[in-house]
């Protein structure tokens, strides 16, 4: 059910990479994987492989990433008339925000998808504090990872603050569409990757190039022996799904094929880490294989090494639980969001039954999250 016409569309440069099955092509997975079960044939996620394939090599290991970061800054800056970042108060996109500031490089707007109304009219669902360090403590993240940053941009500069409440309209229709625009949709907030700032929708109506930008996001890497290769994943690149009206102003600030040495030498800089004895347990010797449970320690430990921007705030784990049940625990277990959670729960169980557990459900997650080919980044004897 693709909500675009795909045959108006450059798909081989859609932003978030394609799907192939067969001899056909698709920006919409659930299709994809329909298109999949009818013919019997695997389901591939191409995201731009002929630039990762074909990069220079002998670049990487020369240049120092706080550099990569601002000449990436600078490039979305000089492409598009108008720039916002979807900031998420974590590592990635914080970053990418003290690198226009500290740089002198324009950010036009900060909007950061929250449903803080929603909250501040149920003051039962969660008390903030810094001791549980859970997903079941995610909502934390506003009060010691959000606010503060909003805040002190709010104090010195003229960054325009957008905040979006995705939870605002719960109706079937907005979950509707939800399903239809967003490719990786086990999580239960899936309202909130099918909704943007309405500056977007304003400057995109004047004719302005608006650029939409999102800290997606650290290096996917594993071994093979001595090898390390880094692969993307589609679930990943969905956090980011673009807005309908402006599909190719959609940027992803680290997964960049305007950009490749930046996403190389971040994928370089993490396997010179991991190939520390000490951590050599933590490393992924299969894609996905045991993903989740080893991502906690990269998202956490990793960080420190990428951005020197990173101040330790707080910031919850990432969702254990596979359906992320930890992370939304908020919203299923309050009665107030019964109806919410029941037409959510009838759309997935209706799309998985449509596919069949052979074509949705995969070792790493109850939704297949699909891995674009492996790109080779450098030999741990080289590093």
């Known amino acids: 059910m693709p909500y675009i016409n795909i045959f108006m569309l450059d798909i081989e440069n859609y932003p978030p990479g394609y799907y192939e099955c067969g001899e056909k092509k698709f920006i919409n997975k659930f299709?994809?994987?329909?298109?999949?079960?009818?013919?019997?044939?695997?389901?591939?996620?191409?995201?731009?492989?002929?630039?990762?394939?074909?990069?220079?090599?002998?670049?990487?290991?020369?240049?120092?990433?706080?550099?990569?970061?601002?000449?990436?800054?600078?490039?979305?800056?000089?492409?598009y008339d108008y720039l916002i970042l979807y900031f998420s108060g974590g590592a990635d996109s914080y970053n990418v925000?003290?690198?226009?500031?500290?740089?002198?490089?324009?950010?036009?707007?900060?909007?950061?998808?929250?449903?803080?109304?929603?909250?501040?009219?149920?003051?039962?669902?969660?008390?903030?504090?810094?001791?549980?360090?859970?997903?079941?403590?995610y909502l934390s993240e506003w009060d010691y990872a959000i606010k503060p940053v909003l805040e002190e941009i709010s104090k010195c500069s003229d960054i325009k603050i957008e905040i979006v409440d995705w939870f605002k309209n719960k109706d079937e229709k907005?979950?509707?569409?939800?399903?239809?625009?967003?490719?990786?949709?086990?999580?239960?907030?899936?309202?909130s990757l099918a909704c943007w700032s309405p500056s977007e929708f304003k400057m995109f109506e004047k004719g302005k190039k608006v650029g939409s930008i999102y800290g997606i996001d650290k290096p996917v890497l594993y071994f093979e022996k001595e090898n390390v290769y880094m692969c993307f994943l589609d679930s990943a690149l969905s956090m980011g799904t673009p807005n309908s009206i402006n599909l190719f102003g959609t940027e992803y600030f680290y997964y960049c094929p305007d950009f490749p040495l930046l996403t190389f030498e971040m994928a370089n800089t993490a396997a010179k880490v991991y190939n520390l004895d000490k951590f050599s347990k933590f490393k992924i010797t299969k894609p996905l294989v045991n993903f989740i449970k080893k991502d906690q320690f990269y998202q956490k430990f990793i960080r420190q090494y990428?951005?020197?921007t990173w101040t330790?705030?707080?910031?919850?784990?990432?969702?254990?639980?596979?359906?992320?049940?930890?992370?939304h625990f908020w919203i299923v277990k309050h009665p107030e969001f019964k109806n919410y959670t029941q037409i959510f729960q009838s759309y997935f169980k209706d799309y998985l039954n449509a596919l069949g557990e052979k074509w949705y459900k995969s070792e790493s997650g109850f939704y297949k999250v699909i891995p674009s080919k492996k790109h080779f980044v450098c030999s741990l004897t080289d590093t």
């Open 97 to 137: 925000l003290k690198t226009f500031l500290n740089n002198g490089i324009k950010l036009d707007e900060v909007c950061v998808k929250w449903c803080k109304d929603s909250l501040n009219s149920h003051t039962k669902i969660y008390q903030p504090n810094t001791n549980d360090l859970t997903a079941y403590n």
């Open 174 to 191: 907005t979950i509707d569409l939800a399903f239809q625009k967003v490719n990786h949709w086990h999580d239960i907030e899936v309202n």
């Open 306 to 308: 990428l951005y020197t």
């Open 31 to 79: 299709d994809a994987l329909c298109h999949g079960k009818k013919q019997n044939l695997f389901v591939n996620y191409i995201y731009f492989d002929n630039v990762w394939q074909n990069f220079n090599r002998d670049l990487i290991g020369k240049s120092n990433l706080d550099q990569l970061y601002k000449e990436r800054a600078q490039q979305l800056r000089d492409k």
């Open 312 to 327: 330790n705030r707080f910031q919850a784990f990432k969702p254990m639980a596979i359906d992320r049940y930890d992370k």
